[in-house]
């Protein structure tokens, strides 16, 4: 059944996505679950029936934002009750999972939790809020929210309509979530759950669709992607090169990615992909954490600098174009100066293209939030900048080796400057460009001229590509 206003207006939902480009994806699917009941997207909050924070949990800040964000949106709902509407607010996501109760219980404005593996499930959820509040009207009970944070039996991928969620061309699928590894700094084992591959044809039919709806480009997601293990046609297991190879296949795919990798998991077969699928762009984010042996272990990575540093190696033969990023932590319990010369002295080695690096976040109910040595706040933030100082370095010299060749760019949003547009370059490079809006979504050949910290300037090179005015 449809959800209409009282106005006769289509009801409308507002999805806030805070964290990893999996919630990205997640948010796009509850925006294709919300769809067959009416729900239209909103631009902002205050134009919505329904807000849906899809939050994140990795580090404290992220889950903080929640709560302040949560009161911005109680005295917006008071409002509205004030004047005979209502708004309806609901928490999914990693935030969801693991401080469910929680939630219900500091901020009593909530009518839904739902956790990342059941928010197949909001239909329900939303028909038993109308229910309560049928039941209850203005009387409804403060803290009296709908909860679903289960890891049910069934999995959510088989209850999802088809996917819309194409972006100027570029579209994310999610190929595998959760995450056995349990480094131990990390929530993700815990809010994620373990480890799961969808089935082989799933993924392919999901693929298909979005290239038929006009998607060039695939971002093959999972929280530990490179550990694919999907269940084929034949009952054979799947890894990810396997299944790489045959996405490469789909007739008009023209760029394929998959994120986040785990160094354990790049296999022969994989590092061997980068070389002879053309499809597979030439750049891989592969997080390694710290360039320190001892942190390594404390941090139960399962793998050491030297490993990380031969995969690096045996990648750039594959494929020598192979830029590089990563994740790093800085201040995790224990790191001494030496090791965080360590990690240094690693992305010396390396010289990455774009780094991700985070102050550790001691965060409950991990085994690292129970360590005692904890490092001084302020001794994180000087060991931050030093890092950072580093890899914009790093950033810029790969942007300014770039100036001067003609790429093919994809092109996506509004740029910064009037009449400016943005779009990726195949090593997942910002470029600004002159041109036409009507090339979102385009792939076009573009002469970069001038490399900074974090992007490109460039110009559209005129030809088979060129978008009529
Ligand atoms: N699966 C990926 C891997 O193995 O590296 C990482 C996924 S995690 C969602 C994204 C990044 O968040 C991590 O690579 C790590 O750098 C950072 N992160 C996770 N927990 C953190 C914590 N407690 N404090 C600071 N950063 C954290
Ligand atoms: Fe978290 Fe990645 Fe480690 Fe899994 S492998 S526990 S997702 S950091």
């Not at 059944?1 to 996505?17: A, C, E, S």
């Not at 480009?217 to 299944?243: F, K």
């Not at 394929?256 to 022969?268: A, G, K, N, V, W």
């Not at 061997?272 to 404390?298: E, K, N, T």
Request: proline residues 6%; charged residues 25%; aromatic residues 6%.
């Amino acid at each position: 059944m449809k959800d209409v206003r009282t106005d006769g207006q289509p009801k409308r939902v507002f999805i806030r996505t805070y964290g990893c480009q999996m919630n990205v994806y997640d948010s796009d699917r509850m925006a294709d679950v919300l769809r067959p009941l009416g729900y239209a997207l909103a631009e902002g909050p205050e134009q919505a029936d329904l807000v849906v924070l899809n939050t994140c949990h990795i580090r404290e800040h992220a889950s903080e934002k929640v709560y302040s964000e949560l009161g911005r949106l109680r005295a917006a709902k008071t409002e509205r009750r004030a004047e005979g509407r209502d708004l309806t607010i609901a928490v999914a996501g990693c935030v969801a999972q693991a401080e469910g109760e929680e939630i219900i219980r500091r901020q009593p404005a909530v009518d839904i939790v739902v956790g990342s593996q059941a928010y197949h499930r909001l239909p329900e959820l939303l028909a038993q809020v109308a229910r309560k509040a049928a039941g209850e009207g203005a009387k409804r009970a403060p803290g009296a929210g709908v909860l679903d944070t289960e890891f049910p039996p069934e999995s959510k991928f088989d209850h999802l309509p088809s996917p819309q969620g194409i972006r100027a061309g570029s579209a994310f699928l999610s190929i595998q979530e959760g995450c056995d590894k349990f480094c131990t700094f990390c929530v993700v084992p815990y809010t994620r759950g373990m480890e799961y591959s969808r089935p082989v044809s799933a993924v392919l039919a999901e693929a298909r669709q979005l290239i038929e709806a006009g998607a060039l480009e695939l971002t093959l997601l999972g929280q530990n992607v490179n550990a694919y293990h999907g269940e084929g046609p034949d009952g054979s297991t799947w890894t990810l090169a396997r299944l790489i190879r045959a996405i490469g296949e789909i007739p008009g795919l023209a760029r394929l990615r998959y994120t986040t990798s785990h160094p354990r998991d790049m296999d022969e077969d994989l590092i061997a992909a980068h070389g002879d699928v053309p499809q597979l762009m030439p750049y891989l984010h592969l997080p390694v954490q710290s360039g320190s042996d001892r942190i390594l272990d404390a941090m139960n990575r399962r793998h050491d600098r030297d490993l990380y540093l031969r995969i690096v190696d045996r990648l750039r033969n594959a494929r020598a174009d192979l830029a590089l990023s990563s994740d790093f932590i800085v201040g995790f319990p224990g790191e001494s100066d030496a090791d965080f010369d360590d990690t240094m002295r690693l992305i010396q080695q390396v010289g990455f293209a774009s780094v991700y690096a985070f102050r550790y976040s001691r965060r409950p109910g991990t085994p690292g939030a129970a360590l005692t040595d904890q490092v001084p706040e302020n001794v994180k933030v000087a060991r931050l900048a030093a890092l950072q100082a580093l890899v914009g370095q790093q950033a810029r010299a790969f942007n300014e080796s770039k100036a001067g060749t003609i790429v093919p760019v994809l092109f996506a949003e509004a740029g910064r400057k009037p009449g400016q547009i943005m779009g990726k370059t195949p090593w997942l490079q910002s470029v600004y460009a002159q041109g036409d809006p009507r090339l979102f979504g385009h792939i076009v050949d573009v002469r970069l001229i001038e490399g900074y910290a974090n992007s490109l300037l460039g110009e559209i090179v005129v030809g088979p590509y060129e978008v009529a005015a």
